[in-house]
Nanobody, 126 residues
């Protein structure tokens, strides 16, 4: 069973940067889809970016592209989310997630992701 543990959140000023990490364990070689989601206060959980471990390609929400970068280490044991030029509207709890083994459609709603971390808070002040 895949286990995910996020770290790296915190409070930052607008314009700053953060790199979130997600330690992935229990990883199956057929676990192709890893992702970062976020949930702003009072809003629904939304995808920020996904990573396909088979072709090592990342996909992004249109609002995230350019400021957010999703990547992994070579062994796919750690998933990263680099966020640059942080804005107050980036304030949210950030979650990493994994789909069940065998699925390759990584850009998918939260309901399609089976495994979740506990989340890490990112707060951006203006």
């Amino acid at each position: 069973q895949v286990q995910l543990v996020e770290s790296g959140g915190g409070s930052v000023q607008a314009g700053g940067s953060l790199r979130l990490s997600c330690a992935v364990s229990g990883y199956s070689t057929e676990t192709y889809c890893l992702a970062w989601f976020r949930q702003p206060p009072g809003k629904r959980r939304e995808a920020v970016g996904t990573f396909n471990t088979a072709d090592r390609r990342a996909s992004y929400d249109v609002t995230a592209k350019g400021r957010f970068t999703v990547s992994t280490d070579n062994g796919n044991n750690t998933l990263y989310l680099q966020i640059n030029r942080l804005q107050p509207e980036d304030t949210a709890v950030y979650f990493c997630a994994a789909r069940s083994p065998g699925y390759t459609a990584c850009w998918a709603p939260p309901s399609r992701y089976t495994y979740w971390g506990q989340g890490t808070q990112v707060t951006v002040s203006s």
